[in-house]
């Protein structure tokens, strides 16, 4: 077998939640992520004959048995991932029953995957549905999103009006607009069940005063919406209060989209 820690999945996983953390958006056990592994990935770096012990889980992801996940742990710190990936990680398989899962790499300090399992597993349920090729979810604390949120409250036509309105990039990087939720109690199977019903529509859901999910094909993607919802969420809030004269207006915004041809929710334009 090859060391795992210097597969591909895991060195790019490895650097991204180090970025994460020294974005000052995990700070503590803040953020987790999940990154739906294919076989090709884990071939010659891991036996998935050996279970190191079944976890169960409180919800039922039968859909996606047999599927195999890099999970950050419970508890963990982004901070800490680098130097122990092995205690800070784990691979898991949803097993049979759709309702444990098998261990095969990781948490090897006796941990197990994080609180926010429900929502990340519920989440690529609902992704792989509108997207086969999703494998990334993320979720941090990014500062900006979570200020944003204190102002603006969980209405998305205002909030993703106000991010398509503060940078060019905005509207092209995430023309479906942000989902949002109204504060709820996290690590909870029902905050699971409301992030993934705001997944279909779109590939970000932020939590209202908590943080932001990204989805997306790999952890470029996921990452990329995460930053450009945040930066855009910076330039509001470095600018709330004052006289926003050059705002980008809707008749600009719908010049982009025609010229860039995409698709957008021509709904939250006047
Ligand atoms: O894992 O971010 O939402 C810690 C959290 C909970
Ligand atoms: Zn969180």
């Known amino acids: ?4 820690l210097e597969a591909p999945f895991m060195v790019e996983t ?23 592994l294919y076989d090709e990935d884990i071939d010659g770096y891991l036996d998935t004959n050996k279970i190191i012990r079944n976890i169960p889980m ?22 800490n991932v680098q130097y122990d990936p092995e205690a800070n990680l784990g691979i898991i398989r949803i097993a049979e029953d759709g309702k444990s899962c098998d261990l095969l790499w990781g948490y ?16 690529h349920m609902t992704r792989l549905k509108v997207d086969p090729e999703n494998r990334v979810v ?11 949120s204190l102002i603006l409250g969980p ?39 409301a992030t993934a019903k705001k997944l279909e529509n779109c590939r970000i859901c932020i939590w209202t005063t908590h943080g932001i999910y990204g989805t997306g094909k790999d952890l470029d993607e996921a990452f990329g919406l995460v930053e450009t919802v945040e930066k855009a969420a910076q330039l509001y809030m470095l600018t709330v209060g004052q006289d926003r ?9 719908r010049d982009l989209a025609a010229v860039f041809g995409f698709d957008y929710r021509k709904d939250y334009l006047d």
């Open 1 to 4: 077998m090859k060391n795992i």
């Open 138 to 148: 993320m979720h941090t604390h990014a500062t900006n999103t979570i200020a944003m």
């Open 245 to 253: 004269r050059n705002e980008i207006k809707d008749s600009e915004l």
């Open 58 to 79: 409180s919800f039922d992801a039968s859909e996606i048995v047999g599927k195999i996940f890099l999970v950050t742990g419970t508890g963990k710190y982004f901070k």
């Open 108 to 123: 090897k300090d006796g941990g197990k995957f994080t609180s926010e399992l429900p929502a990340h597993l519920m989440s």
């Open 14 to 36: 490895v650097r991204t939640l180090t970025n994460l953390y020294r974005l000052g958006w995990a700070e503590r056990n803040g953020g987790n992520l999940s990154y739906l």
């Open 155 to 193: 209405d998305e036509k205002e909030f993703t009006r106000a991010l398509w309105k503060m940078q060019t990039e905005s509207i092209v990087v995430f023309p479906e607009g942000v989902g949002i939720l109204p504060w709820m109690v996290c690590g909870t199977n029902d905050i699971g069940v």
